[in-house]
């Protein structure tokens, strides 16, 4: 069964994020990212659950490790559905973090993000100071995931077919940086439609302004759900 897109919650606070719920009439798998969870708090994830939604908490941990392990032993224990670290804060980290996570929330995904969709392997090389192609740096941190025991990792769709073939087939690529053929992409470099992002393999996209900014969200959902359950 293909997994519903993941419409990220980009407002400042739950009253705007409220609102933009109250247009839809199906259950919902939302991402709630740092800044709404910063002005609402904890107390927003009951809320959207209690509406039946599916959540990903996208709060991309980066600490040395036991800060990490405990504060997702905290985020286990808000029943939602995926979380994340960022790979770059090295296998024990990663590997510590999953088992605190599980520990409390035994169905929940944890994922790592690899590259950001906002960086391009120019920019990555020039200022991570890396030898390493984007690709190659994006592999090598999903395998770093994989080894830590993690779900899947957060990469482009570019990646997804690649990460499957070299890592695991059932390791899973949530990717972002999706967009209908006329959207701007805003801040987003690499980005591709849903129907090609399920083309190059893509397990769940996370869509954000193409929906929330549209003038009729229920209607941009519907055209991106399809696109991307019809291939």
């Not at 798998?29 to 996208?58: C, N, R, T, W």
């Amino acid at each position: 069964m293909t997994a519903k897109p993941i419409i990220a919650l980009d407002f400042s606070t739950y009253e705007e994020a409220k609102i933009f719920l109250a247009g839809f009439d199906e259950k919902l798998y939302v991402k709630i990212g740092m800044e709404l969870y910063m002005q609402s708090g904890p107390a927003i994830i009951d809320v959207i659950k209690a509406y039946g939604h599916d959540v990903f908490l996208d709060l991309k941990l980066h600490d040395i490790p036991t800060t990490v392990e405990r504060t997702m032993s905290v985020l286990g224990k808000l029943n939602v559905d995926m979380v994340n670290v960022h790979a770059s804060g090295g296998f024990e980290m990663m590997k510590r973090a999953a088992a605190a996570f599980r520990k409390e929330n035994a169905d929940g995904k944890i994922i790592a993000v690899t590259q950001l969709t906002s960086m391009d392997e120019r920019t990555m090389q020039r200022e991570q100071q890396t030898p390493l192609s984007l690709t190659d740096s994006v592999l090598h941190y999903a395998e770093l995931a994989y080894k830590a025991g993690l779900d899947g990792v957060v990469s482009s769709p570019l990646e997804s077919r690649l990460i499957h073939n070299e890592i695991s087939e059932h390791f899973l690529t949530v990717t972002p940086g999706i967009r209908l053929p006329d959207n701007n992409n805003d801040d987003q470099v690499r980005v591709v439609t849903p129907d090609k992002a399920k083309l190059l393999g893509s397990d769940y996209i996370v869509v954000g302004r193409p929906i929330t900014q549209s003038s009729n969200p229920a209607e941009a959902y519907k055209e991106i759900k399809h696109l991307w359950e019809g291939v």
